[in-house]
Nanobody, 128 residues
């Protein structure tokens, strides 16, 4: 099972980036995908998550209204569209998935322990 995050880069404040998370493997559960990020010297934090079947998404307050998560059900790709980027958004972004089939309850979508599959991160740098 693999999760591969891509699409990071350097962008000016106010700009946009779209990250992709491609999932493959027979044990990958299409229940939920989460996005997390870790800035230098800080703990990893929740960014947003999407429930695969219904497409419901949840966001951290810090990105609400600026970031949008969507999924391509045919190709098993989840996107994180990031608009209005700020220097504070600079971090390594990770996508996370699950091998367990049950859909996480809403309150658990933002918890790292909900996910047991983690991809390599992709660096996002926002210059001021």
């Amino acid at each position: 099972v693999q999760l591969q995050a891509s699409g990071g880069g350097l962008v000016q404040a106010g700009g946009s980036l779209r990250l992709s998370c491609a999932a493959s493997g027979s044990t990958f559960s299409r229940s939920a995908i989460g996005w997390f990020r870790q800035a230098p010297g800080k703990e990893r934090e929740f960014v947003g998550a999407i429930r695969w079947s219904g497409g419901n998404s949840k966001y951290a307050d810090s990105v609400k209204g600026r970031f949008t998560i969507s999924r391509d059900r045919v190709n098993n790709i989840v996107y994180l569209q990031m608009n209005g980027l700020e220097p504070e958004d600079t971090a390594v972004y990770y996508c996370a998935g699950r091998t367990r089939a049950e859909i996480p309850i809403w309150s658990m979508l933002g918890e790292e322990r909900t996910y047991d599959l983690w991809g390599q991160g992709t660096q996002v740098t926002v210059s001021s």
